[in-house]
């Protein structure tokens, strides 16, 4: 019998990099393909454990260069593609706009072409739910499936227009698809430019912390295991052509993530800087989870126990980070933030 063959795209990023683990893990009876072009946001020092796993194997490439993507799809006849590959930050989607059409846009276009051409069983594409605009702060208010998108920020409407050609191709061409859009993820190697990795290791450094605008913004938090048993989930269940939203009721203000942490680490609130706000700063977001709720996906964390692991980690695994924020991340570093000191 032959093994059934799984493209994960972007697996050496922070999701597609636990959900590779998640996979080769869980089924060994599979053959899992890591494709990555390994930017700035990729690493593969994560996968150290599972690197020699027969199971396992790594594919360096760009999603948008259509004829090694083509070569590759012919020659290893997937049968089921998750697509995590993406340009993820919306502050660098602001500083360059281009490589986020290029990759999240082309890119997917050109995946779903070469899935079309050799006809997967399933093609997962991983999307977000900032294509759905902002939410005002009435808490009974909720992104559901039906919301129309209404993107704000070039990264989400990046993520938007891949997720119509994702849609198309299964409207038009009958290419098996779903459509996943989940809330902001935290846990074990999130790159250190997202609000709760940075935060955690700013504060371990006594660094201040940059809140933007006022910090009262809310995002709705999801552990990133339970977004990797989500997707699991959709892509041996999902009906073909149906989008799921995944989120499980976390909502907080930035300000509360960041206390949180740093009391949780025993430090000072002194160490919190409000600094000039996020260009179209999108105010909330917030899922309703029940159609993934309904086909049996259930969260196995609260936010408390999340961050507590998630903490616990970035303190066992000084390491990983360190070597990050340590190298050209301070170039970026310094360019994205005026602290009042500077
Ligand atoms: P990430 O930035 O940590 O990882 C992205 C990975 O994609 C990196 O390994 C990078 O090297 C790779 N990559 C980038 N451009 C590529 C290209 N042209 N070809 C091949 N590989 C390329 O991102 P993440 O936070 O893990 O997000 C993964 C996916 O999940 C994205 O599609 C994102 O939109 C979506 N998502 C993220 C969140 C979140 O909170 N981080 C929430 C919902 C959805
Ligand atoms: P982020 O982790 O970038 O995720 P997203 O923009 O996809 O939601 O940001 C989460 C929230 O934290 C968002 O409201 C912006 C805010 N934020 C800060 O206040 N300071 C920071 O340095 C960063 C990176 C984010």
Redesign the pocket.
């Given at each position: 019998m032959t093994q059934i063959k799984v493209l994960i795209?972007?697996?050496?990023?922070?999701?597609?990099?636990?959900f590779v683990q998640y996979m080769v893990n869980k089924y060994p009876m599979y053959d899992i393909f890591n494709?990555?072009?390994?930017?700035?946001?990729?690493?593969l020092t994560k996968h150290r454990e599972i690197e020699n796993k027969k199971n396992y194997h790594f594919v360096k490439?760009?999603?948008?260069?259509r004829k090694a993507m083509f070569e590759l799809f012919e020659k290893e006849k997937f049968d089921y593609i998750v697509?995590?590959?993406?340009?993820?930050?919306v502050d660098r989607s602001i500083i360059d706009p281009g490589?986020f059409v290029?990759?999240?846009v082309i890119?997917t276009q050109v995946l779903l072409d070469a899935s079309k051409q050799i006809g997967v069983s399933k093609f997962v594409?991983?999307?977000?739910?900032?294509v759905y605009g902002e939410l005002d702060f009435n808490p009974t208010t909720f992104f559901t499936e039906d919301t129309p998108l209404n993107p704000n920020s070039p990264?989400s409407a990046s993520?938007a227009s891949?997720d119509l050609f994702v849609r198309a191709y299964h409207e038009t061409f009958g290419l098996p698809v779903n459509i996943?859009?989940?809330?902001?993820?935290?846990g074990p190697?999130?790159?250190p430019e997202?609000l709760i990795p940075l935060t955690i290791s700013r504060v371990l450094k006594d660094e201040k912390v940059p809140v933007y605008g006022d910090g009262k913004n809310i995002r709705d938090w999801?552990h990133?295991f339970d977004?990797c048993t989500a997707i699991d989930l959709v892509l041996h269940k999902g009906d073909n052509g149906d989008v799921y939203n995944?989120g499980g009721h976390n909502e907080l203000t930035n300000l509360e993530v960041v206390k949180t942490i740093i009391n949780t680490l025993g430090k000072s609130e002194e160490l919190i800087e409000f600094v000039v706000d996020r260009l179209g700063h999108d105010k909330r977001y917030a899922i309703d989870p029940a159609k993934l709720e309904k086909l049996g996906w259930k969260p196995t964390y609260t936010f408390e126990t999340g961050i507590a692991q998630t903490i616990e980690w970035y303190l066992d695994n000084k390491c990983w980070w360190e070597q990050i924020v340590s190298g050209e991340y301070q170039n970026y570093f310094k360019k994205q933030y005026k602290f009042e000191k500077d």
């Open positions: 795209t972007g697996g050496a990023g922070f999701i597609g990099g636990n494709l990555d072009a390994l930017t700035y946001a990729g690493d490439a760009n999603i948008a260069d697509h995590f590959a993406a340009e993820s930050h490589i290029r990759t999240n890119g594409h991983i999307s977000t739910d900032e990264y993520k891949s996943t859009r989940c809330s902001n993820n935290y190697f999130h790159f997202k999801l990133v977004h995944i």
